[in-house]
Structure formats: structure tokens, C-alpha cells
């Protein structure tokens, strides 16, 4: 039995425009919308906000449900739950990450999220999403990077 993970993610949208982060991880570099663990005790509103505040400098000012994912990652051992909200936001992009993952954030256009969004996991969902062609659950057998 893999120990579950649970992640909140922030779709962060400006037009035809869309906020992604620049993280790192030891070695691994990789883009990704803002996001991450939440912490004991958090509810997913709370989180959704610290994270956005952490990886963006920017304040949630309103979000709503936009989807869920469940993957397996044999790799890692886990199993995560992942919970998107669609946010809007206020302020300045000011990274203020305690764990020092982010390197740099960056408005791109929807059409260039392949270039950035490696993983099929996140980037299939997304990309319905964000056509208005979305459900509300996708589950991967087994995430692949």
C-alpha cells in the first residue's frame, strides 16, 4: 500500500495567458502550475491560497472546482489525490517559496502548454479543461514524468 499524497493546484489564467512555475527539486527541473502538499490541518481553500502566496506572491481573491485527478506512482511509492481550482488573483508575481523549489514563473500562451507540461497526467486534463471539453475525475494507473 503506496501512502497518499494529497496536492492542490491553482489554474491561474490572464486572457489566452496561463501561470506556470519553474520548480526544482534536487537535480529535476520541471514547469508546473503553482501547487503543492497539503499540510495537516489545512482545509483545500487554505492550502490553495498559501501555496499561490508562496509560489506567485499573488492572493487568490475567488476559485471554484475545476477538476480531480488520482494517480499511482509506482517509481515513487505514492498515491496522490489531485484537487485543480480554477483562481482568480491579485498583486504582484513576487515568489516568496520558503523551500527555495521555485525558480522563475512565467505567463504563457494555452497553445505553448505541451512545450512546458511534460507529464500527459497533468497536461490531458489541463488541455480539456481549458477547452471546456473537461469531467470531473481522471485516474492514472500509473503517472509517468
Known amino acids: 500500500m ?8 491553482a489554474i491561474i489564467r490572464k486572457g489566452d ?17 503553482p501547487g503543492g502538499q497539503i499540510e495537516s490541518g489545512e482545509t483545500l481553500e487554505q492550502a490553495l491560497r498559501r501555496e499561490v502566496e508562496e509560489e506567485t506572491g499573488l492572493t487568490v481573491t475567488s476559485s471554484s472546482f475545476a477538476f480531480l485527478t488520482e494517480n499511482f506512482m509506482p517509481t515513487y511509492q505514492a498515491h496522490s489525490l489531485v484537487t485543480y481550482f480554477d483562481c482568480e488573483v491579485s498583486g504582484l ?11 522563475e514563473t512565467k505567463w504563457i500562451n494555452q497553445t505553448e502548454l505541451a512545450k512546458y507540461i511534460t507529464s500527459e497526467d497533468v497536461r490531458l486534463p489541463l488541455s480539456a479543461y481549458l477547452e471546456e471539453q473537461h469531467k470531473g475525475y481522471y485516474m492514472f494507473e500509473e503517472m509517468k514524468w
Open 2 to 9: 503506496y501512502p497518499l499524497y494529497r496536492i492542490i493546484v
Open 17 to 33: 495567458q496561463l501561470l506556470i512555475v519553474h520548480n526544482q527539486s534536487g537535480q529535476e527541473k520541471r514547469w508546473s502550475l
Open 93 to 103: 508575481l513576487d515568489s516568496n517559496d520558503p523551500d527555495d523549489e521555485i525558480i
